[in-house]
């Protein structure tokens, strides 16, 4: 699997993260480690959880992600050989959520302890939190890379505008920026005021900031759960409309002219694309994941990557899509 650096870190990441939100609670242990030794036996590299998973399922508080990870890393003995990334902010039971600089403290050390490891890879703050000062945050997240306990900063749900300011309060303390941003993000658009609740979508200014700033671009929720493949998964509501409706149209072109599915498109299309996206894959099935991994030998031409990416009703200027 190829690689890509995160930010300006010098600490380079497989092009395909694997999603965690329901290992070790929805998918049970044995199941999660042989996807967990899938994923790594390709080369995959970035094992992306939370706190908080899977707090909204019966019978689970939180952690149990964590938890099998680091149960699955200190089995293999292969924690050198991989990347853990975990995030805080959103409240669960034992932690009302927010970024002050306590909640920080504690919930990265609830979160080795969880992993088993003695740093995260990766730190995100998860969700906004306007109650605490962004210089407070900042500097909290600067002490724990100090301490060696995180090595990149990222945001995920964060506006831009939130971004941007953090990371100039970084910057004129000496402190650590975020340099990876996580946001949802899929080849259709989300039709005009769709509601996401905290989560926020990638937008297209965000991709000439991510490229201004050297910043890695992450992406979760990139299949809708299996909408773009399966006749019982309807396209969100947020996603609904004509614009879509082409887009689609382009995908399953460009799918049948390669005989591959939908969904290795998507991924091929998202690491091809100007800045290139780092997609979250997910999967409780060995045989979805593999269909994931195989799209990273598919590569798409000028043309089709042209006409995918234009399909529908444009929101973006042509300058914008050639690279700097």
């Known amino acids: 699997m190829q690689t890509v650096q995160l930010g300006r ?19 049970d242990k044995a199941t999660t480690f042989a996807l967990l030794d899938l994923y790594f036996e390709h080369g995959g590299t970035l094992i992306d959880t939370a706190n908080f998973y899977a707090s909204w399922l019966p019978g689970c508080s939180g952690g149990e992600s964590e938890s099998v990870i680091g149960a699955w890393v200190q089995e293999r003995g292969n924690r050198d050989q991989v990347l853990l990334s975990s995030k805080l902010a959103f409240d669960y039971p034992g932690s009302p959520g927010g970024l002050s600089a306590a909640q920080i403290e504690q919930e990265c050390d609830k979160s080795l302890k969880r992993l088993r490891t003695d740093r995260l890879d990766v730190y995100y703050a998860h969700r906004d939190d306007f109650d605490t000062p962004q210089a407070v945050t900042m500097q909290a997240f600067d002490r724990l890379v100090k301490a060696g306990k995180v090595r990149v900063l990222g945001a ?8 941007a300011e953090a990371n100039q309060i970084a910057r004129t303390n000496g402190w650590t920026p975020y340099q990876v941003i996580q946001q949802r993000y899929t080849y259709v658009r989300p039709r005009h005021g769709a509601d996401f609740g905290p989560q926020i979508f990638l937008s297209e200014e965000l991709k000439v900031f991510a490229k201004h700033h050297s910043i890695t671009l992450v992406a979760y929720s990139i299949l809708l759960q299996g909408a773009y493949t399966r006749d019982d998964r309807p396209l969100p509501a947020q996603f609904a409309g004509v614009d879509s409706d082409q887009r689609i149209s382009a995908l ?10 939908p969904n290795q498109v998507i991924i091929a299309w998202m690491r091809q694309s100007s800045p290139s996206i780092l997609p979250i894959i997910a999967a409780s099935k060995t045989d979805q994941l593999n269909e994931n991994i195989d799209a990273l030998a598919l590569t798409l031409t000028d043309d089709q990557m042209h006409r995918l990416t234009v399909a529908g009703n444009p929101v973006i200027r042509e300058a914008w899509l050639q690279p700097t």
């Open 252 to 261: 399953r072109a460009v799918a049948a002219e390669l005989a591959v599915s």
């Open 9 to 27: 870190s010098g600490i380079e990441a497989s092009t395909l993260a694997m999603g965690s939100d329901v290992l070790g609670s929805k998918v």
């Open 156 to 163: 995920s749900n964060l506006a831009l505008w939130r971004i």
